[in-house]
């Protein structure tokens, strides 16, 4: 079967979750991901979203972290102050997901401005959830398209910190950190090293056992494409 | 009391007042923002965790000063467009900004709800956000360990949107709860606008209850919250989401979207 970059990057992500992992989810492809795996190997998953959501069992993908159908397909709703004091700074969280506009070698992420603070070219969201997801939970997994766009040598603001980053999932491959430094030690079907290298902004480490990814599965397949946004049609 | 939306702002809400309307995701209260906008209110210092439409609506219309905030985005659809057209190029006014992460918001509310100086949290360390915001540090005098000290929300008047009310004014909501009780207690002054109001309040699993007593005024606005929801009245309207994203890109399409859908109309 074929599949799209974006699918191969949710698959791989999702093959990560262990079963009863606890999974703080963003909106997005992590959230596409933990449902993935809870819908194949990881039935027990648990997926909390910070709008105060525990055990989510989501039917559609939602499009924000707030959509009622995380509420009603829940085990327990807490408020925003419970969900950040008692079960994230609680160290109830096994993974965290995060992505980014930007991210470094050693797994820094930028999703608060690009150029200068006080005078930025671009003005992102901000960092939500991230900085005390980065701090709070067990193992933090990114998912971001790699470019030398996202992918630099220095991001212009430092939003969470990479201390606990223990996988970064792209388009193009998986990068772990080794001794300090995110490496490549994955490539998806079809992609060179030379891609990969080409769409960092700094000089790639490439592990001597990089392996190819394993394509999705026709169940992973099926499973991801019956996964449909709330409101698209 | 039962008061008119309109009656409600025009007494509670003043210019330069520091204002929060609260909801995460569910219960924005969109109509209350709408009415801010109309009365034509300036210099407000806003504070909400997810700025969402109804703050893009009001920064865009000039009522703000300054903004307090952790995640501004459109859920799930990208930018805020006019409050990054606020922060990039100044416009309709300049917009100043103090940036917390969610953790540290929800830590300033629960304080400002508690009546303490300062929420105290296990964040806020390393990065380059401490050193843009108002963050200190803390030593636990039992340990020894250092954690961050946010300064408690305090915000002049709380606005939230919640399902029902009973007679007497109690307020009663539920589904995602967010920081709204948090608001209510940390203000010095509160609104809330209800989708309708019952003889009694039954239970419901997970509800809240605001007692009367600690809400200045409640206002019955069906669909208050729209285009976010109301769990069991109507569904969050994600098509909108999408659609103000081209609406709020450009300033001529923006104002004229306002003039059209807020300011010729009245409150109810």
């Known amino acids: 079967m074929t599949f799209s970059a974006d699918e191969m990057m949710a698959v791989e992500a999702a ?219 | 009391m039962a008061a008119s939306l309109s009656d409600a702002v025009r007494t509670f809400v003043r210019d330069g007042d520091t204002v929060a309307l609260e909801g995460f995701t569910h219960l924005i209260p969109h109509a209350a923002g709408h009415e801010i906008i109309r009365q034509g209110r300036r210099d407000l210092t806003l504070v909400r965790m997810t700025p969402d439409v109804v703050y893009d609506q009001l920064i865009g219309m000039g009522c703000a000063r300054k903004l307090v905030f952790s995640w501004g985005g459109n859920p799930g659809v990208g930018s805020l467009h006019r409050l990054r057209d606020a922060v990039e190029n100044g416009w309709p006014q300049a917009l100043e900004i103090e940036e917390h992460s969610h953790a540290g918001m929800a830590a300033a509310y629960a304080a400002g709800a508690a009546n303490l100086p300062f929420g105290v949290l296990r964040g806020y360390r390393g990065g380059d956000l401490p050193g843009r915001t108002r963050v200190a540090t803390v030593t636990c005098p039992f340990t020894g360990e250092q954690l961050a000290a946010v300064p408690a929300h305090r915000p002049d008047v709380g606005i939230v949107h919640a399902q029902r ?56 606005v069906p669909r208050g919250a729209h285009p976010s929801y109301a769990h069991g009245y109507y569904d969050r309207d994600n098509e909108f989401y999408r659609a103000w994203d081209a609406i709020s890109r450009d300033r001529e399409a923006f104002r004229a979207w306002m003039d059209e859908h807020v300011l010729a109309t009245v409150a109810a």
Not at chain 1, 43 to 51: A, K, Q, T
Not at chain 1, 52 to 67: A, C, Q, V, W
Not at chain 1, 88 to 97: E, T
Not at chain 1, 119 to 124: A, I, K, Q
Request: aromatic letters at 4%.
């Open chain 2, 165 to 220: 009310a009973d007679r007497h004014g109690n307020v009663q909501l539920w589904g995602i709860l967010g920081v709204q009780k948090e608001t209510v207690l940390a203000s010095r002054h509160s609104i809330a606008t209800v989708e309708e109001v019952v003889d009694e309040l039954a239970p419901v699993p997970g509800a809240i209850v605001l007692p009367s007593w600690v809400v200045d005024a409640v206002c019955v």
């Open chain 1, 15 to 233: 093959r990560r979750i262990d079963d009863e992992a606890v999974c703080f989810v963003g909106i997005g492809l992590p959230s596409v991901a933990a449902n993935l795996a809870r819908r194949t190997h990881a039935p027990r998953s648990v997926l909390v979203y910070e709008s105060g959501t525990i055990g989510s069992k989501p039917r559609e993908l939602p499009l924000s972290i707030g959509d009622g159908e995380l509420a009603e397909t829940a085990d327990a709703v807490v408020t925003v102050p419970e969900m950040f004091a008692y079960w994230l700074q609680g160290g109830r969280i096994d993974v965290g997901f995060l992505g980014a506009a930007q991210i470094d070698r050693h797994g820094n992420l930028n999703s608060t401005v690009i150029g200068d603070y006080d005078r930025p070219s671009v003005r992102l969201p901000g960092g939500g959830g991230a900085p005390e997801i980065a701090l709070g939970v067990r193992d933090v997994f990114v998912m971001l398209r790699q470019s030398r766009r996202a992918f630099v040598d220095r991001i212009d603001f430092t939003t969470s910190l990479g201390d606990r980053v223990r996988v970064v999932v792209t388009d193009l491959g998986v990068l772990e950190p080794r001794d300090g430094e995110l490496t490549l030690t994955q490539l998806h079907p079809g992609i060179s090293v030379d891609t990969a290298r080409e769409a960092t902004g700094w000089e790639l480490r490439v592990a001597d056992d990089v392996r190819e990814t394993e394509p999705p599965t026709k169940a992973e397949l099926d499973a991801l494409r019956s996964l449909r946004t709330k409101g698209e049609t």
